[in-house]
Structure formats: C-alpha cells, structure tokens
Nanobody, 113 residues
Framework: QLQACGGGLVQAGGSLRLSCAASGNIFSILYMGWYRQAPGKQRELVATITIGGTTTYADSAKGRFAISRDTAKKAVYLQMNSLKPEDTAVYYC?????????WGQGTLVTVSS
C-alpha cells in the first residue's frame, strides 16, 4: 500500500528527492518515515516526521536531508542534498498507525564518487 519512488544514480554532492504515497485505507497515521539498508548492513533509521510535523533525523542525515509530509495525500518525502557514497542504500518508507506499521518496497539510491 506504499509506493516509493525517486531513487537513482547520482554523483557525490548531488541531490535526490524521494517520494512515498499511501494508497488504500490507512487511517489514524501517527508518524511517517524513511529507513535505509546498505549492502551487508542492517536497516537503519534515516528520518521520521509526526503528523504534527515534529521531525527526527539520524546523525548522518542532519543538515543534509529534509523530511516532509502531505497529510491530505498520505505522502512522505525525503529531500537529500550533498549526497555521499556512504548514502548508497535501498531506502524504505514507512507509516505507523496504532498497532501496526506499513512499509514500501524500497527504492535504490546509488551515489558514485
């Protein structure tokens, strides 16, 4: 029910904007966010945003990434600037509702040096 897009190949220092939109009956959204998983590593938090707009970021994302949401569209976005090769990963969006969480299929971001 979550469709993520916007990944691709970009050179170091470049930018990408990821988008994720929910379809179907998803109600009572508490917060939305992005995780990523690099090859051979565990999935890690990138950023989250509450419905009220409060944001949290991983240290690696602070100052470079910006998360935003459109509550009417049930969509979440991740603007990524100053990308580094270590940002290469599959990025997953997620939505949390009381007692459950929804995950997108992932979109690949590759940053070349």
């Amino acid at each position: 029910q979550l469709q993520a897009c916007g990944g691709g190949l970009v050179q170091a220092g470049g930018s990408l904007r990821l988008s994720c939109a929910a379809s179907g009956n998803i109600f009572s959204i508490l917060y939305m966010g992005w995780y990523r998983q690099a090859p051979g590593k565990q999935r890690e938090l990138v950023a989250t945003i509450t419905i009220g707009g409060t944001t949290t970021y991983a240290d690696s994302a602070k100052g470079r990434f910006a998360i935003s949401r459109d509550t009417a569209k049930k969509a979440v976005y991740l603007q990524m600037n100053s990308l580094k090769p270590e940002d290469t990963a599959v990025y997953y969006c997620a939505i949390w509702v009381p007692g459950y969480d929804y995950w997108g299929q992932g979109t690949l971001v590759t940053v070349s040096s």
